[in-house]
C-alpha cells in the first residue's frame, strides 16, 4: 500500500486482506463497528491460524462519540487443575512452551464477541451473529489460500509442533506445509463455528462446544476442566489513560501490558524531541521504554492480586520523575527480564463514528499446538507466561489471569480526531504503538508512512531469546551509530521484519472522514467504502 486509504462511510484494517473485507462487508450490511470487528475477529481466526484461533483472548477499546472509551478484558484464568506440584510431579521446571501443559488457561476471546456484541446492542446493532460468522464459517468449511507467512511459519515451526496432539492433521495436511497459495480448509473448526451461530457464542463455554472442549482438553492431558469454562466471563472495565499535550491516549489495564504504551508516549512527550526518525526520535522512545517496562516488570500481574494502582504511574508527576531520569547521550543500561509472544490487531470506525480498537491472541504461533480433535479448536499457550517460582509476581495459580503483552490502543486529540492504532509483537507491541502514533500525531507524518517506515524493538518477541536493540537496517547509517555510541546495544535486521510487528491504524478527522492503513509486513488492507 502506497498511500493512505480514506473514506467517510467505515472502515476496517486488519493484517488479513480476507478479514477486513469480511467486516468491511458487515459495514455495508448496516452493521456497527462492534458487529464489524466480531466478523472481522471471527475471519482472521481462521484464515491467519499461524497467529489467531478462537481458542485465545482478546481485549477491546470501543467507544462512541460524546461518551468515554470502555474496555472489554476477555481473558481467561489459569485452568482448577494448574498447580506448582502438579507440574513439577509431571517433571516440569516451568511451564512448557507447547503441548497439553502449555494450554493451561481458558480460552477468552469468544466471551470477549459476546461481550462487545452487548454493547452493540446499546448502539442499535440489529444484526444477527449468524451473519457476523458467516464469513469465517465459509473460509473454514470451503477454504482460503494460504498465506507465504503461514506457509514459512508452518515449516519453520514443524519440529516443535508436529508432536503436538492434533497439530499435525490440522495444519501438515498431506505430511507437509502447505504452499503459499494452496487451499487450506479447517471443516472441524468450520462446524463449531456453525455450532455457534446457531445456538450463541454461550455455547463456548456452557453448552455442546464447552462440553467437547473440555472432553478433548481432560483427555490429552491439559489442566482446564468443563467447571473452569462455565465459570468463565468476559469483564468490562475504565480503560487507563494519559493525558499528553496532543490529547488523551487510552489502553487496557492489568494484566495487559498497556501501562506500558502510555507511559511510553507519557515520558517522551516531555523529552522536547523536534523531529522524526533522527538519534533524538528513536533513542527517546527507547529510553522511554525502559523507564516504562521497569514499572511494568514491577506491578503488573491479575488485577485481583495487585499491590498497586496502575494509574498512580500516569500521573504527571510520576511521568516527569522518569523523563529526568534520561540522558540525551546515554543508554540506560539493559536488558531487564524480558517478555514475550505475538498477537493480531484490528480496528474498526463505522460511519457514525463509533471505534473499535481489538487485539486477539493465541500468544506465540500456533499457541500451544494442540488442536482439539472434536472441535478443531487450536489452544492458546498464554498460561506460559506463569512461573512455577515461589515469590514470583505472576505465579501459577488455579483461575489466575496470565500476564498479557496484549494492549490495544486508542487516542482522542486535541484537534478532535479520533485514532485507533494497534499491533501484534509481544514486548515490541508498545513500542511500535510509540513509533506509529510519534509519526503521524507528533511529527505529522502520513499515516501510511508512520506505519512503513523502518521499527525497533527493544526485548524479544515472536520466541527470540535476544533482549537487545534490533533496528531494520533501512534506518540511517548515521543513526545508528550514534545510537551506538550512546551505549545501545544495536543489531542490525533485515528491513520489513515480521519482528516489528504487524500494525495499523484508522483515523477520523472532526468533519467525519476517516483514513486508514496498514503495514506491508502482514498480509492485510486497510478497507473502506
Known amino acids: 500500500m502506497l498511500n493512505t486509504l480514506r473514506s467517510s462511510r467505515g472502515m476496517v484494517v486488519a493484517p488479513h486482506h480476507l478479514a477486513a473485507q469480511a467486516g468491511l462487508a458487515v459495514l455495508r450490511d448496516g452493521g456497527n463497528a462492534i458487529e464489524a470487528a466480531v466478523a472481522t475477529a471471527a475471519a482472521v481466526a481462521v484464515v491467519y491460524p499461524h497467529m489467531n484461533s478462537i481458542g485465545g483472548d482478546n481485549f477491546w477499546l470501543v467507544a462512541e462519540p460524546g ?85 514459512r511459519y508452518t515449516a519453520l515451526k514443524r519440529g516443535d509442533l508436529e508432536p503436538v496432539p492434533g497439530y499435525a492433521q490440522q495444519f501438515l495436511p498431506g505430511g507437509a506445509a502447505p504452499e503459499a497459495g494452496a487451499t487450506f480448509r479447517q471443516p472441524r473448526l468450520g462446524e463449531t463455528l456453525k455450532r455457534l451461530a446457531q445456538a450463541g457464542l454461550a455455547d463456548f463455554y456452557r453448552g455442546e462446544i464447552a462440553a467437547a472442549n473440555a472432553a478433548d482438553l481432560q483427555r490429552l492431558g491439559s489442566p482446564v476442566t468443563a467447571d473452569d469454562l462455565a465459570a468463565h466471563r468476559a469483564i468490562e472495565t475504565t480503560p487507563l489513560r494519559a493525558a499528553l499535550r496532543s490529547g488523551d491516549v487510552y489502553n487496557v489495564p492489568p494484566p495487559t501490558q498497556g501501562i506500558a504504551s502510555l507511559i511510553i508516549l507519557g515520558v517522551f512527550d516531555r523529552l522536547g524531541c523536534p523531529t522524526a526518525d533522527g538519534y533524538a526520535h528513536l533513542h527517546g522512545l527507547v529510553e522511554s521504554t525502559k523507564q516504562a517496562f521497569l514499572v511494568r516488570d514491577r506491578i503488573v500481574t491479575d488485577p485481583a492480586y495487585a499491590t498497586e494502582e496502575p494509574h498512580t504511574y500516569l500521573a504527571a508527576s510520576e511521568l516527569d520523575k522518569m523523563a529526568s531520569r534520561i540522558r540525551a547521550d546515554r543508554a540506560l543500561p539493559w536488558p531487564a527480564p524480558p517478555g514475550g509472544g505475538d498477537t493480531i490487531w484490528l480496528g474498526v470506525i463505522d460511519g457514525a463514528g463509533r471505534a473499535v480498537s481489538l487485539i486477539q491472541s493465541i500468544y506465540w504461533e500456533f499457541g500451544s499446538g494442540v488442536v482439539l480433535p472434536s472441535t478443531g479448536v487450536l489452544w492458546q499457550n498464554r498460561g506460559m507466561s506463569f512461573s512455577l517460582a515461589d515469590g514470583a509476581l505472576n505465579p501459577l495459580r488455579p483461575g489466575r489471569k496470565p500476564f498479557h503483552t496484549l494492549n490495544p490502543a486508542m487516542a482522542r486529540l486535541v484537534d478532535g480526531r479520533l485514532m485507533v492504532y494497534g499491533t501484534m509483537g509481544g514486548e515490541g507491541q508498545p513500542q ?55 551505549g545501545h546495544d544495536v543489531e542490525l535486521i533485515e528491513p520489513f521484519s515480521d519482528l516489528m510487528g504487524h500494525a495499523g491504524a484508522i483515523v477520523r478527522d472532526p468533519a467525519g472522514a476517516l483514513s486508514g492503513a496498514a503495514d506491508p509486513r502482514g498480509d492485510g488492507i486497510a478497507a473502506a467504502y
Not at 533482549?467 to 548515521?478: A, D, F, W, Y
Request: proline letters at 6%; hydrophobic letters at 45%; aromatic letters at 8%.
Open 432 to 486: 511500535t504503538q510509540a513509533a506509529v502514533f510519534t509519526r503521524h500525531v507528533l511529527y505529522g507524518q502520513e499515516l501510511q508512512a508512520a506505519i512503513t517506515a523502518p521499527r525497533w524493538l527493544l526485548g524479544r518477541t515472536w520466541g527470540q531469546a535476544s533482549t537487545n536493540l534490533k533496528i531494520e537496517n533501512r534506518v540511517g547509517p548515521s543513526v545508528v551509530a550514534s545510537l551506538r555510541q550512546a
Open 67 to 151: 461518551s468515554a472509551p470502555r474496555a472489554i478484558m476477555a481473558t481467561g484464568g489459569a485452568g482448577s487443575k494448574a498447580t506448582p506440584e502438579a507440574y513439577r510431579a509431571a517433571g516440569h521446571t516451568a511451564v512448557p512452551a507447547r503441548g497439553p501443559w502449555a494450554a493451561n488457561t481458558v480460552a477468552g476471546a469468544i466471551s470477549g464477541w459476546e461481550a462487545a456484541l452487548e454493547i452493540a446492542r446499546e448502539w442499535d446493532g440489529r444484526l444477527p451473529l449468524s451473519r457476523l460468522l458467516s464469513d469465517a464459517i465459509v473460509f473454514a468449511c470451503d477454504g482460503f489460500p494460504a498465506t507465504k507467512s503461514q506457509s
